[in-house]
């Protein structure tokens, strides 16, 4: 564990340097309960490709949430090899 502290060390207090940035990583954890009540709900995924295909959808979706982007568009964006991200 300490030689992980170590490794990682410059990057722990980052959200002191930068007041934008989470002290914690509830979002990402909120982001993920949604998937999580639907695989208890339904019993998952009946295969692989299916739970990979809906992972990689809820994250370019949430992605584009972020960035203010409409999922739809985002979607769109993605098949079409375009980055959801602003470059420049």
Not at 5 to 19: M, Q, V
Not at 26 to 54: H, I, Q
Not at 65 to 88: N, P, W
Request: a positive charge.
């Amino acid at each position: 564990m300490r030689k992980r502290y170590l490794k990682y060390r410059d990057n722990l207090f980052t959200f002191l340097t930068y007041p934008e940035a989470p002290a914690d990583n509830n979002g990402s954890e909120r982001d993920l309960r949604p998937m999580a009540l639907y695989r208890k709900v339904t019993g998952g995924f009946r295969s692989t490709w299916g739970a990979d295909l809906c992972a990689a959808a809820k994250s370019v979706i949430g992605t584009a949430q972020r960035q203010g982007i409409d999922a739809y568009q985002a979607l769109l964006m993605v098949i079409s090899g375009r980055s959801l991200f602003q470059t420049g």
